[in-house]
């Protein structure tokens, strides 16, 4: 199994950016995904997951309104459109599968 974040950055509050996980090593089209993030000195907490067709998402309410996951499985990539960016986003973006592989993150930093 193989999880590759990228897309984050340095982006003032209120921008936006989208963030990618190419998945490979397993049938992505089979499984839940679900993105998490961790600041520093803070536990890795739930962000959004989506259903294996896209049917269903949730969403951490600290994100709801703000953030959408979207997965295109023929890619075998899961986004996370990130709009309205707070300095409290700031983090290292991870995205997981079912059995918690983990890649190595990107970072979002929120500042002005």
């Known amino acids: 199994v193989q999880l590759v974040e990228s897309g984050g950055g340095l982006v003032q509050p209120g921008g936006s950016l989208t963030l990618s996980c190419a998945a490979s090593g397993f049938t992505f089209s089979s499984y839940i995904m679900s993105w998490y993030r961790q600041a520093p000195g803070k536990a890795r907490v739930f962000v959004a997951s989506?259903?294996?067709?896209?049917?269903?998402?949730v969403y951490a309410d600290f994100v709801k309104g703000r953030f959408t996951i979207s997965r295109d499985n023929a890619q075998r990539t899961v986004y996370l459109q990130m709009n309205s960016l707070e300095p409290e986003d700031t983090a290292m973006y991870y995205c997981?599968?079912?059995?918690?592989?983990w890649g190595r993150g990107t970072q979002v930093t929120v500042s002005s």
């Open positions: 989506i259903t294996q067709v896209g049917g269903d998402t």
């Open positions: 997981t599968d079912p059995y918690r592989n």
